[in-house]
């Protein structure tokens, strides 16, 4: 069956300081990934898809960057850490073809003091 | 500009009626709904999705119904109980996309015993 790992679960950074997470999904190939960000009190918010190794597709102008080393790994950067870059961000992932529901991970707390 | 609307930000609801979670968009394109349930600090779980040429999706107490002219998705749960108490976001997809979802802003449910 299919897995996702994301962490770290919760992270605490101060402003300007450089921001790494990391997310793997196992027991399936070629997946579609996302990271999605949920501010306090508001729904979920598509920053990055990809669809492939390398292939990264922004969908809001931000702080943020992200990656695809590898087929089932994607992680979200930032270089300088924003005070509005607190959230909690989730990492998904869905197949490669045909309409089909994401699968997240569980999340993780970013808070930035 | 909301192209997924959740206008209940929350709902209350006795234990053992029904639950009503309503859900409107404005995207033509989309063909494909999809409901989670999140409980917080923690990622969204898929519940029950429909594609649009249904107008109604069931899964033992969760039925989705559809309806395309007016652009409204609703979800059903019957009879309600004290665990279902999360927040549901609707979401929406089209074909030919990266299955990048979008969310609705979330109903947070609570069902009273």
């Known amino acids: 069956s299919q897995t996702i790992h994301q962490w770290p679960a919760t992270l605490v950074q101060p402003v300007g300081s450089p921001l790494s997470l990391e997310c793997t999904v196992e027991?399936?190939?070629?997946?579609?990934l996302y990271w999605y960000r949920q501010a306090a009190g508001r729904g979920l918010q598509l920053l990055f898809y990809?669809?492939?190794?390398?292939?990264i597709s922004s969908e809001v102008p931000q702080n943020l960057s992200a990656s695809r080393p590898q087929d089932r790994q994607f992680i979200l950067s930032s270089k300088k850490l924003l005070l509005s870059d607190s959230g909690f961000y989730l990492c998904?992932?869905?197949?490669?073809?045909?309409?089909?529901?994401?699968?997240f991970g569980q999340g993780t707390r970013l808070t930035v003091v | 500009d909301q192209q997924v609307k959740q206008n209940s930000p929350s709902l209350s609801v006795q234990e053992g009626r029904i639950s009503i979670l309503n859900c409107d968009y404005t995207?033509?394109?989309?063909?494909?709904f999809l409901w989670y349930k999140k409980y917080p600090a923690e990622g969204p779980t898929f519940l029950i999705s429909?594609?649009?040429?249904?107008d109604k999706n069931e899964d033992g107490r969760f039925t989705v119904f559809l309806n395309k002219s007016a652009k409204h998705l609703s979800l059903h749960i019957v009879p309600s109980q004290p665990g279902d108490s999360a927040v549901y976001f609707c979401?929406?997809?089209?074909?030919?996309?990266?299955?990048?979802?979008?969310f609705g802003s979330g109903t947070q449910l609570t069902v009273l015993p």
């Open positions: 990809s669809v492939g190794i390398g292939q």
């Open positions: 998904a992932w869905s197949a490669g073809t045909g309409p089909t529901e994401a699968f």
């Open positions: 995207n033509s394109m989309f063909d494909y």
């Open positions: 429909i594609s649009s040429i249904k």
């Open positions: 027991g399936t190939s070629n997946p579609n």
């Open positions: 979401a929406a997809c089209a074909s030919g996309s990266a299955r990048q979802l979008t």
